[in-house]
Every structure is written in C-alpha cells, then in structure tokens.
C-alpha cells in the first residue's frame, strides 16, 4: 500500500499559476477516474476541492483545476491568491483501498 | 448541513484500547459510506478504514489490520473505531469522513479527534 507521489512543496507569486503533480500507478490513478484533492490549512480538517479527476464541488473557486494523464494527476492553481497557502493533498479509490499523496505545501510569495 | 463529530480521542498506554466515535447529522446516515483517516503530528494523512453505506463491507491500510474494527450504529447515526493493541505510531489525529454518493470520494470531513500512545 505505498502512498501517491507529490512534490514537498510548490510556490508563486500572487496571481501566477502553480501545478501539483501527483503519481501513482495503473492500479491506483491510471486504473480509476476517482482522483481528488484536499486543501488543509494548519490545525483544520481537510477540504475537497476536486473530484472525479477534474470536477470542483459547488463554492470552490473556478481557479482550481484537475486534471490526469496516465498514472500521473495534476492540480494546478490559476491566479494564486494568499489565501491559497496551505498543504494540498491527492488521493485515490484504488479498489479495496484508498490512497492519500504525502502532501505538498503550496507557499504564496 | 452535513456535520461529523469525533469524540473518544485522549492518551494510552501502549497495546491498551480505545475506541473512537463520530456522531453524524444532517444527512441519510443509512445513505453513505464513512471512512477514518489519521494525520499524525506533523505528518500528512494516512487512510485508515472504511465500510460500506450497509455495513456489508469493511476494508482496512495494512497498518492497522487486525487490530482495528470499524462498525457503524445506523439506528443512532454513529460511526466507530475500535483501536486494538496501539502503538506509538498509532498516534495522530482520527478524522471521520463521509463519502459521496457514488462511494468513491471522501466529500466530507469531521474536525478530528487525537489519539497519543504513550507511556
């Protein structure tokens, strides 16, 4: 049961655009369009903020976007704003199992 | 709105038990699939468990198998864990989660409840 790839952390300048990268294998995110993401800022509980690969729950701002290809899931902010800094995690329906990324914190400069 | 709130959180010996609960309200209990996921301190999130919208089903992260239950209490909207044998790794905070409909997502989360294994 190893846990998906991200990067330790990103960052960008207000306004710009980051990406979160987040790898698995064919029989976690390239087996199954079930791939979401989770915003958490420090001492609270996580937030969906993608499902189903690239789908944005009501309320989640239309700057964040999903999207997968292969074995490897992205995230990507547009327009950053400060309130964007926090840990992002991915995660993955992989069958029997579910499958969270190690986290990546996303720093506004 | 949909609320989950964990409670049963506190310190234990090692390789003694507790056992988590997650009282649920404004959504069909009966309707959803629930989960738990721990973070420990400093750490990023690690699934635990889940079992399925009847109870019929229940899988478990190979950390924790055999020495953690999951159950569910349709009749009073509570969601459980019972913790077997902790140990220090054990420690974090427990979050319930509620999926969405198609099962496959965790849409909704509790506030967590922490759980120290200490001696």
């Known amino acids: 049961q190893s846990g998906l790839t991200q990067p330790p952390s990103v960052s960008g300048s207000p306004g710009q655009s980051v990406t979160i990268s987040c790898t698995g294998t064919?029989?976690?995110?390239?087996?199954?369009?079930?791939v979401s993401w989770y915003q958490q800022h420090p001492g609270k509980a996580p937030k969906l903020m993608i499902f189903?690969?690239?789908q944005r729950p009501s309320g989640v701002p239309g700057r964040f976007s999903g999207s997968k290809s292969g074995n490897t899931a992205s995230l990507t902010i547009s327009g950053l704003q400060a309130e964007d800094e926090a840990d992002y995690y991915c995660?993955?329906?992989?069958?029997?199992?579910?499958?969270f990324g190690g986290g990546t914190k996303v720093t506004v400069l | 709105q949909v609320q989950l709130v964990e409670s049963g959180g506190g310190v234990v010996q090692p390789g003694r038990s507790l056992r988590l609960s997650c009282a649920a309200s404004?959504?069909?209990?009966?309707?959803?699939?629930l989960h738990w996921v721990r973070q420990a301190p400093g750490k990023g999130l690690e699934w635990v468990t889940v079992?399925?919208?009847?109870?019929?089903?229940?899988y478990y992260a190979d950390s924790v198998k055999g020495r953690f239950t999951i159950s569910r209490d349709d009749s009073k909207n509570t969601l459980s864990l019972q913790m077997e044998g902790l140990r220090a790794e054990d420690t974090a905070v427990y979050y319930c989660?509620?999926?969405?409909?198609?099962?496959?997502?965790?849409?909704?989360w509790g506030q967590g409840t922490l759980v120290t294994v200490s001696s």
């Open positions: 989660a509620r999926a969405d409909r198609g099962g496959m997502t965790i849409e909704h």
């Open positions: 404004g959504f069909i209990f009966s309707n959803y699939a």
């Open positions: 079992i399925s919208f009847d109870g019929s089903i229940k």
């Open positions: 064919s029989s976690d995110v390239g087996g199954y369009n079930f």
């Open positions: 189903g690969v690239s």
């Open positions: 995660c993955s329906f992989a069958g029997s199992n579910t499958l």
